[in-house]
């Protein structure tokens, strides 16, 4: 019930997306279902990558050409090998932002979930990503733990409403809930 009482009822009243911005969102079960939706023999993105666990996943169903893994506390451990595969350690705005314009098919985004991080990321992958390229957000959801609390809804949801262009494209509805938003510019 504290989170709950914690929530800015006030602003989110002034998050809700435009319906014209939901008519071609195609709803999925899982975010591994995603992947099999996502361009194929792509150059993707990872940013928060912690052991490769979804990394493998995306290697196995997508079969990416190229994939790189972002992650400030990239795990010298990580369970991913492959050819394909670039890893980079470092702060997810940063790294992102040494790679050009237009250059990935789909970059999917699971780093901190703060709404600060968030917001940055959204801002420099939308240049990054192809006219017809997605960004995948997992943990579209509404979580305080420990009193840390997701900001990736109304990164998401803001977003969207400053940059009419873009519109859902699919949403993972998870059993446990740790959804997956896919948003990619209006075709």
């Known amino acids: ?7 800015d009822w006030g602003r989110l009243r002034n998050l809700y ?8 969102c195609k709803v999925v079960s899982s975010r ?3 992947l099999e939706v996502l361009p194929k ?13 979804f990394s493998n996943k995306i290697l196995d169903i997508n079969k990416p050409k190229k994939l790189v893994l972002v992650d400030i506390m990239l795990q010298k451990h990580l ?10 350690n470092g702060d997810s ?3 992102m932002n040494q790679f050009k314009d237009n250059y990935f098919d789909w970059i999917y985004i699971d780093t901190d979930h703060s709404e600060e991080q968030t917001n940055k990321e959204l801002q420099i992958c939308k240049n990054k990503i192809k006219h017809d ?5 997992h943990d579209y959801i509404r979580v305080y733990d420990n009193n840390y609390k997701f900001g990736v809804i109304e990164s998401v949801n803001n977003f969207l409403i400053e940059n009419e262009d873009f519109e859902v494209v699919l949403l993972s ?3 446990h809930m740790f959804n997956t938003i896919v948003l990619r510019r209006k075709q």
Do not use: R, T
Request: glycine share 8%; hydrophobic share 40%; aromatic share 4%.
């Open 93 to 95: 705005v940063e790294v």
């Open 79 to 88: 369970q991913v090998e492959h050819d394909v595969i670039e890893p980079i």
């Open 1 to 7: 019930m504290d989170a709950y009482k914690s929530v």
């Open 41 to 53: 023999n792509g150059i993707c993105a990872e940013l928060g990558v912690e052991h490769g666990i």
């Open 133 to 137: 390229g997605y960004l995948a957000l």
């Open 173 to 175: 509805l998870e059993p």
């Open 17 to 24: 997306i435009h319906d014209k911005q939901l008519e071609n």
């Open 32 to 34: 591994e279902k995603i």
